[in-house]
């Protein structure tokens, strides 16, 4: 069973401060990786995705992928409390679309005023 | 479309009645994936078609699902027999030929079981 593991939260952040989300993955051969928000009521949306180890960033959002440890995170820089949400990680276990993507359960966080 | 286009958005049927939800996929997009959110819960993986083909069915919860995927684009999600279980939003979500695998979604089909 490929596995995806994030912890369920609630994660509090003061507004302006860093936000850390994390997520863990079973699947060594995983090949690409996705972070989407999840507003309440609303469907998921993509906002990075990341392939290569290392770090990748996009305005306040940076991805980071540890391929040996399995893991990556997503950290929000200068938190809004528009960021209150859900953060859903999900993985691609072969990059070549023939499994199916696996979601984590999500990560509920609040930025606190 | 310019996104993914699910129909309908919501469903209010009885126990016991069959429905059906559609999704309209991306135009282009080969790969297009069916999932369930309970009220409150994580997505829960249905079915996966890329192209007219479903290579995982693994988390259709009983006979009771089935789905279809005609032409290469929309599809179908059938439920027979509804219980009050099934109660949840569908999510339909669609993406390009690998490797750009990146999945965008729908606004869902809430259905409710009464």
């Known amino acids: 069973q490929k596995e995806v593991e994030q912890n369920s939260g609630p994660l509090s952040v003061p507004e302006g401060a860093i936000a850390s989300l994390n997520c863990t993955y079973s699947?060594?051969?995983?090949?690409?990786f996705f972070w989407y928000r999840q507003y309440s009521g609303k469907s998921p949306e993509l906002i990075m995705f990341i392939y290569s180890n290392g770090d990748k960033e996009d305005g306040r959002f940076t991805a980071q992928l540890n391929r040996a440890s399995q893991y990556i995170s997503l950290l929000i820089r200068d938190s809004k409390l528009s960021d209150s949400a859900t953060y859903l990680c999900?993985?691609?276990?072969?990059?070549?679309?023939?499994?199916?993507?696996?979601f984590g359960t999500g990560t509920r966080l609040t930025i606190i005023p | 479309g310019a996104g993914v286009s699910q129909s309908p958005s919501n469903k209010v049927t009885e126990k016991g009645k069959d429905v059906e939800l559609r999704c309209d996929p991306i135009?282009?997009?080969?790969?297009l994936y069916w999932y369930r959110q309970s009220l409150g819960q994580g997505l829960e993986f249905l079915i996966y078609f890329q192209g007219n083909s479903a290579p995982d069915k693994s988390g259709l919860p009983s006979d009771r699902f089935s789905a279809e995927r005609t032409g290469g684009s929309v599809s179908t999600l059938t439920i027979q027999r509804t219980q009050q279980e099934d109660s949840a939003v569908y999510l339909c979500a669609s993406s390009l030929a690998p490797p750009n695998t990146e999945a965008f979604f729908g606004q869902g089909t809430r259905l409710t079981v009464v």
């Open positions: 699947d060594r051969g995983s090949q690409s």
């Open positions: 999900a993985v691609d276990p072969t990059g070549f679309g023939n499994e199916k993507l696996t």
């Open positions: 135009s282009g997009h080969t790969a």
